[in-house]
């Protein structure tokens, strides 16, 4: 029996090693899979001509990959972009160049490309009535764009567009507040150095979280040996402290930041306000939240019933919705459950990046819209079937892999932590705002354009002005302007030449 157990203990021990040989080489051909192959970066120049501003220009479209480098040099993202350069520039000194992203995070900058600043934009329904529908698409020469001011830039971060971790670098490297911000800063400056413009003026144009990543890179770029300072920064559909633009329950800043822009959408929808201009609905609606909203909700269970009434009487007022319904809900209204009450009767559930986007579902009885955002997939495809077309017919480009408008992975990684790991951290609403008053401090030349659409659901127009207000913001170097469309102004077409006129009106000072 002694013997009959050496003899199985020696079979199975002959079988381990046998395991362990065969695995190794997998196990190494596995780490030597999770490097990313690195390939020599692929650009694509053309040349084209075009009527901005009412000038005709001809400019250069530059799209390509370029690679960021680690310390030790050793390639570990290639970064998108697209850049349209003005030719014939006797002294680049004196012309701007504008670094442009939109948001997410998770988000390539084919919205703010194809929306409002490339040089051919696409169509969709201004009035937001009708979906986009399927192919073929409108695109459209955008005579409203700032090329005749400025060269334009535009970036996708790692995990959009066709940016993507390469040789030793991991997605995850990129992921994240701090991470992002300093893989942007470090594109800017070497885009900068490679094209000789540390002497031009210098802008940033974000959309949403490109707003965070707007200042986080401001801020970013005033460190690491190589300070390049901003001239500006403009800001659509700002999110800089997150307490104001993040509808849930116990959050007072957001049930005081939200109300206003409810107020405008009832407005928009007949459903309030109704006698009244937009503004100075808009008006009764800041003071209220102001003098009134506040104090009550600060006071919470100790409100007495009558003023408890009458604040429910008066947001009713604002919001178009049953006072019932409000004091049910202990006078606070989450931005979702507004977004399927307020055209209830009609069967509809209004859009979050836009209220004038309306969806018919399949469930009238839900809280909260169920099928999506409306001012989302009414637009989405329009967008993303043009900038393909764009990329490939246009410009010429020929990548083998897909580009992506979007990435929800990217979102879904984020990290949101703002200090390194084994520091003393505890989660927080995201606030880069008090960053921007600083560099605001240091940088006495940095100016900022706030862009806020009246119906914007996500990114309240008020809470910009509550963020703007505080934080050690310079207030004589902010410029604030108002749309009445959303979250995506620039698709409402009397606002697209409006907002691009506020820009270039920036721009020039």
Not at 57 to 64: N, P
Not at 91 to 114: C, E, Q, Y
Not at 445 to 472: N, Q
Not at 479 to 498: N, Q
Request: aromatic residues 10%; glycine residues 8%; proline residues 4%.
């Amino acid at each position: 029996m002694t013997k009959h157990f050496h003899s199985l203990s020696l079979l199975c021990t002959l079988k381990f090693l046998i395991f362990i040989l065969s695995v190794l080489p997998l196990s190494a051909q596995d780490k030597k899979d999770s490097i990313k192959a690195i390939t020599k970066p692929q650009s694509f120049v053309s040349n084209h001509t075009g009527t901005f501003g009412g000038k005709s220009i001809a400019y250069k479209a530059t799209a390509e990959e370029m690679h960021l480098k680690n310390d030790k040099g050793e390639p570990i993202a290639s970064i998108w972009s697209v850049a349209y350069t003005m030719d014939g520039q006797k002294d680049p000194t004196k012309r701007p160049v504008t670094f442009v992203f939109n948001g997410g995070p998770g988000s390539a900058s084919i919205w703010l490309h194809m929306g409002m600043l490339g040089p051919q934009i696409v169509k969709t329904d201004s009035d937001a009535k009708t979906d986009d529908g399927a192919a073929p698409y409108l695109l459209v020469e955008n005579k409203h764009t700032l090329l005749d001011i400025t060269d334009l830039i535009f970036i996708d971060p790692v995990g959009t567009g066709y940016s993507e971790a390469i040789g030793k670098g991991k997605s995850e490297d990129f992921w994240g507040l701090n991470e992002d911000a300093a893989s942007i800063a470090k594109f800017i400056r070497v885009w900068v150095t490679e094209n000789k413009r540390w002497l031009s003026p210098k802008y940033i144009i974000g959309e949403s979280f490109g707003t965070t990543r707007a200042v986080a890179v401001a801020n970013a770029l005033e460190s690491g040996g190589q300070n390049m300072a901003m001239n500006g920064l403009v800001l659509i559909s700002q999110a800089l402290d997150y307490a104001g633009s993040t509808s849930m329950n116990d959050n007072i800043t957001s049930y005081l930041t939200y109300l206003p822009s409810m107020a405008a959408t009832a407005w928009y929808h007949k459903k309030a306000g109704q006698g009244l201009t937009l503004e100075a609905f808009v008006e009764q609606s800041r003071q209220f939240t102001y003098n009134d909203y506040a104090p009550a909700l600060y006071k919470g269970n100790l409100l007495d019933k009558v003023t408890k009434n009458n604040i429910a009487e008066k947001l009713s007022y604002f919001t178009g919705l049953d006072k019932d319904y409000i004091l049910t809900s202990n006078l606070t209204i989450l931005m979702p459950r507004f977004q399927k009450q307020l055209l209830a009767d009609q069967g509809l559930a209004i859009g979050r990046l836009d209220g004038r986007y309306m969806g018919d579902e399949t469930d009238d009885i839900t809280q909260t819209p169920h099928l999506g955002d409306p001012a989302s997939y009414q637009i989405e495809s329009a967008f993303t079937a043009s900038l393909n077309h764009y990329l490939t017919d246009v410009l010429k480009v020929t990548m083998a892999r897909p580009y992506l408008t979007s990435n929800d992975e990217v979102g879904e990684k984020w990290r949101w932590r703002t200090v390194p790991d084994g520091k003393y951290w505890e989660p927080w609403p995201v606030n880069v705002a008090r960053q921007l008053g600083q560099t605001m401090r240091r940088n006495t030349d940095l100016k900022v354009l706030v862009a806020s659409g009246y119906y914007d659901l996500i990114c309240p127009f008020f809470d910009a002005e509550y963020t703007f207000a505080r934080h050690g913001i310079v207030p004589e170097r902010v410029t604030k302007t108002y749309y009445e469309a959303g979250h995506m102004m620039y698709l409402h077409e009397p606002d697209l030449i409006k907002i691009n006129a506020d820009v270039r009106k920036f721009l020039s000072k």
